[in-house]
């Protein structure tokens, strides 16, 4: 967005850039064994996706993965959302002989949504389109690697805290790829939660105020 405001005249030095923080309250890490035990997941590679089920959010090409990868880059898939592609993605988990390694969760309350992050290797967000996902800034926080489509500002996001990878959208092959290279590497989940320190909702609160006691100073106007 700032790029897009810069292409249309503005000049960078009047833009601020203030990511969208997560409640550490809330979210950060779980002991992953007793949030696996919680959650009912069995041991071994475990990769979540969190969103809406619909065709934008790319799940289909995320089980395509899955089937390109076959054993050579196995894990098992937890599916936390709802939406009219649900019905769609279960005939093709079937289609692809994923049943035993593909599970649905539905909706889940914000609350528990640290348990699922914290028990997985990896989120994945395959989408097509985005914005900012909250999903990534939550999963960092919990501790959990990502990958992610290179869209929107998910790349931003993951420079955060370089804890994850970027694929093209749309492609299954390149994100088996990049699945199976994430999940082969040794993350310090410690330190990508650590990470996400000077991103919380109150760090943006902070910010945000900082920046329009800034702008009100430049036009004279009063700091308060």
Do not use: N
């Not at 035990?37 to 959010?57: H, Y």
Request: charged share 20%; net charge negative.
């Amino acid at each position: 967005l700032a790029s897009a405001i810069v292409a249309l005249g503005v000049p960078e030095e009047k833009i601020a850039v203030v990511p969208t923080g997560v409640e550490p309250a809330i979210f950060h890490p779980r002991d992953r064994a007793e949030a696996r035990t919680t959650l009912g997941l069995s041991p071994g590679p475990l990769v979540l996706v969190a969103a809406r089920l619909s065709p934008e959010k790319g799940i289909m090409h995320l089980l395509a993965a899955m089937s390109l990868a076959g054993e050579r880059g196995f894990f098992r898939l937890v599916i936390v959302g709802d939406g009219v592609q649900r019905r769609e993605l279960e005939q093709q988990v079937r289609r692809h002989g994923l049943d035993d390694r593909v599970r649905f969760d539905g909706f889940q309350p914000e609350a528990r949504m640290p348990l699922y992050y914290s028990a997985a290797d990896l989120f994945c967000l395959p989408s097509l389109a985005e914005g900012w996902p909250d999903v990534l800034m939550e999963s960092f926080a919990c501790g959990c690697p990502v990958v992610a489509s290179a869209v929107g500002g998910v790349p931003e996001i993951v420079a955060l805290t370089g804890a994850g990878l970027t694929v093209p959208p749309a492609s299954p092959a390149a994100l088996a790829r990049g699945l199976e290279e994430a999940l082969a590497r040794g993350w310090d989940r410690r330190e990508i939660a650590r990470a996400m320190d000077s991103f919380t909702i109150a760090g943006t609160a902070r910010r945000y105020l900082e920046v329009c006691q800034e702008a009100a100073q430049s036009r004279g106007g009063s700091p308060t």
